[in-house]
């Protein structure tokens, strides 16, 4: 039986019962909304590593409610925030402003799971997303964290497990990607 017709059945069996019967629909609908993540997940929390080409080694940092980066643009950057949870249907222009504080939500594309970051108050944009991987390079696993934004989502980087694999690996392109 189809979403359309349960719906139109319940509608017409409902309607003669009254405005009550409708009011404890939405409520009950109201109560079960999602909210972003508590903590992060247990496959990202380490430090991972990205070597631009350049001698430098950028990273991102997390922990079970912190997410840390390092990047250099020029000169270095570095960010800090932390992880708080709320209903997901929020409206972040409502909410207290909070600078340093973060939200967190898991999504899928196809089979892959990605984890995405944005600000407390980020009301636009796509925010950050993350997805980790095993990969394979000349015969040996390795794990591999893309990084990601933008609708697609486009893969702008992606970090390693340690400084001697992001080493080796560089500014790599992998195959069956979107990147910048």
Do not use: C
């Not at 390795?142 to 080796?168: C, D, M, Q």
């Amino acid at each position: 039986m189809s979403n359309k017709l349960i719906a139109k059945l319940a509608v017409a069996t409902l309607l003669p019962i009254g405005a009550i019967a409708v009011t404890t629909e939405f409520t009950t609908v109201q109560a079960s909304a999602k909210s972003t993540l508590k903590t992060f997940p247990k496959s990202l929390r380490r430090t991972w590593y990205h070597y631009d080409g350049h001698g430098r080694y950028e990273t991102v940092k997390f922990t079970s409610k912190h997410y840390y980066t390092k990047y250099y643009d020029g000169k270095w950057y570095h960010s800090s925030s932390t992880l708080h949870s709320r209903n997901e249907n929020a409206d972040p222009d409502q909410l207290k402003i909070h600078s340093s504080w973060a939200v967190a939500f898991t999504y899928h594309i196809g089979k892959t799971h990605w984890t995405d970051i944005k600000g407390w108050n980020q009301s636009a944009g796509d925010g950050t997303s993350y997805k980790l991987e095993i990969r394979k390079y000349h015969h040996k696993n390795f794990r591999l964290l893309s990084e990601a934004g933008g609708a697609g989502p486009w893969i702008s980087k992606h970090y390693y497990a340690t400084k001697k694999v992001a080493h080796v690996m560089g500014n790599r392109h992998f195959s069956g990607e979107h990147y910048y």
